[in-house]
């Protein structure tokens, strides 16, 4: 066995934290298959996939992101939490630039795969600490939950 060097942790780019726990259990759940994606995407490219596979991992991650975006705006509007409009603009933000990168891709223009894994982990990440625990405290403060 050589635990410094195994499969998982050479290919797993992001990991699940404790701390990064709303509380919520759809949000959670819908971060961590994000997370899941994120990696896959990332496997697929260190694996050296070809852009058949790589493509509809790419398109599975696009559809999820927006699809997570539109459950937790929905939760904000239901508990009228006054800081919609910025969270709001950040997740169109990254839909826009995944809608160009999955333009890029299918165009053959996408040149660095590696550092998009690398971006999207980041941002999922610090979107997580910063913008969804604010949401989840608030609502939690307001004991709607
Ligand atoms: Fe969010």
Request: net charge negative; aromatic share 8%; hydrophobic share 35%.
């Amino acid at each position: 066995m050589h635990p410094a060097n195994t499969p998982e942790e050479t290919m797993t780019l992001v990991t699940w934290e404790p701390r990064l726990a709303t509380g919520y259990i759809i949000v959670d759940k819908q971060h961590r298959n994000l997370f899941d994606l994120v990696n896959r995407l990332h496997e697929a490219l260190l694996a050296g996939k070809g852009r058949e596979e790589m493509g509809p991992t790419l398109m599975s991650l696009a559809a999820y992101t927006i699809e997570h975006f539109r459950m937790e705006e929905g939760l904000m509007t239901n508990h009228k939490y006054p800081g919609y409009t910025d969270h709001k603009r950040k997740h169109d933000d990254l839909v826009g630039q995944v809608n160009q990168l999955t333009q890029d891709f299918d165009a053959g223009r996408l040149t660095l795969p590696l550092t998009l894994a690398r971006f999207l982990s980041d941002w999922i990440r610090h979107h997580i600490d910063d913008e969804d625990q604010k949401m989840a405290n608030w609502i939690r403060s307001k004991g709607l939950v």
